[in-house]
T-cell receptor, first 108, second 110 residues
Framework: RKEVEQDPGPFNVPEGATVAFNCTYSNSASQSFFWYRQDCRKEPKLLMS???SGNEDGRFTAQLNRASQYISLLIRDSKLSDSATYLCVGSGYSTLTFGKGTMLLVSP | DADVTQTPRNRITKTGKRIMLECSQTKGHDRMYWYRQDPGLGLRLIYY???????NKGEISDGYSVSRQAQAKFSLSLESAIPNQTALYFC?????????FGQGTRLTVV
C-alpha cells in the first residue's frame, strides 16, 4: 500500500463550486503535511501546509486529522485558474512522500 | 533566476547511452532530491542527499547514480539508458519542510 493515497479524479466542477479533496496516509512517521499544486508539465509548487488545527488561505482550507490519518483540502468559489493537479505530501525525517495527485478541472 | 535550475530541459537519447542530468540550487539548502514522474504513478524518489558526504537511495534507484559535487549541485546519471527510463525528472531542495522544485527535465530514451 502506498504511503499517501489520493483519489486521482478528475473532479469536474463549474466555476463558483466548492470542491473537497481527501488524502489518507499510512506512515505514522510522517510528521508534517502539505498540499502542492502542479500545472500540466510544470513543477509542483507549495500550495499550503496542513495543521491539525486547520488552516485557511483565502478560498483554500486544509485540515489534518492525525487520529484518522486523513488530510483534506477544500476549495471554495472555484476559479478556472484552479484547474490543476493537487498533490498531498507527507514529510518525515528524511524525505517527502507524494500522493499521485488529484486532478481538478474547473469549467465555465 | 530560478531557485532550482535543471539542465537540460529536454533530451532525447538512444538506448545504451550514458546521460547526466544536472541540478543546481541557490537556496542554500543542504537537502537535495531527484524524483521521476510518470503518468498515473506520481512522483517517485530516486536518490536524496543531506549534504555532500551523504547519499541515499530512494524508492527506485536501480539504473541510476548520483553525485553531490557541492552543496548547491546534485547530478543524476543514467549509466546505460533504457526506454522505460523515459519520464519527467525533477530535482528538488528543502530544509526539511517546503520543497522547491526545478522546472523538470523531459527525458526520452529511444
Amino acid at each position: 500500500r502506498k504511503e499517501v493515497e489520493q483519489d486521482p479524479g478528475p473532479f469536474n466542477v463549474p466555476e463558483g463550486a466548492t470542491v473537497a479533496f481527501n488524502c489518507t496516509y499510512s506512515n505514522s512517521a510522517s510528521q508534517s503535511f502539505f498540499w502542492y499544486r502542479q500545472d500540466c508539465r510544470k513543477e509542483p509548487k507549495l500550495l499550503m501546509s496542513v495543521y491539525s488545527s486547520g488552516n485557511e488561505d483565502g478560498r483554500f482550507t486544509a485540515q489534518l486529522n492525525r487520529a484518522s490519518q486523513y488530510i483534506s483540502l477544500l476549495i471554495r468559489d472555484s476559479k478556472l485558474s484552479d484547474s490543476a493537479t493537487y498533490l498531498c505530501v507527507g514529510s518525515g525525517y528524511s524525505t517527502l512522500t507524494f500522493g499521485k495527485g488529484t486532478m481538478l478541472l474547473v469549467s465555465p | 533566476d530560478a531557485d532550482v535550475t535543471q539542465t537540460p530541459r529536454n533530451r532525447i537519447t538512444k538506448t545504451g547511452k550514458r546521460i547526466m542530468l544536472e541540478c543546481s540550487q541557490t537556496k542554500g539548502h543542504d537537502r537535495m532530491y531527484w524524483y521521476r514522474q510518470d503518468p498515473g504513478l506520481g512522483l517517485r524518489l530516486i536518490y536524496y542527499s543531506f549534504d555532500v558526504k551523504d547519499i541515499n537511495k530512494g524508492e527506485i534507484s536501480d539504473g541510476y547514480s548520483v553525485s553531490r559535487q557541492a552543496q548547491a549541485k546534485f547530478s543524476l546519471s543514467l549509466e546505460s539508458a533504457i526506454p522505460n527510463q523515459t519520464a519527467l525528472y525533477f530535482c528538488a531542495t528543502s530544509e526539511g519542510t517546503e520543497a522547491f522544485f526545478g522546472q523538470g527535465t523531459r527525458l526520452t530514451v529511444v
